[in-house]
């Protein structure tokens, strides 16, 4: 199935936010059928959110798990030096 003029623009804007990769795994999905909503959360799932996933933050490490919108989040503070 191919995508629309409608969603390319809409892919266009999207894609300042987020990664190459993200970008792809959308363009992926999106031409297999599924909805823009869709697709975005599915390519968050697999290859992370905005250009570099988690939050790489000194002091947290990320929670493995999802917010009632189906996006990762979250992050508990750890000491210095992982102990």
Do not use: C, Q, W
């Amino acid at each position: 199935m191919a995508i629309s003029k409608k969603e390319e623009s809409t892919l266009k804007k999207h894609s300042k936010h987020h990664s190459k990769k993200h970008m792809n795994e959308m363009k992926t999905t999106m031409s297999k059928g599924k909805s823009f909503d869709k697709a975005h959360k599915m390519a968050i799932k697999k290859v992370g959110l905005a250009r570099g996933g988690l939050s790489n933050a000194a002091g947290y490490s990320p929670v493995m798990g999802n917010n009632k919108f189906g996006y990762p989040s979250g992050g508990i503070p750890v000491k210095k030096g992982g102990k």
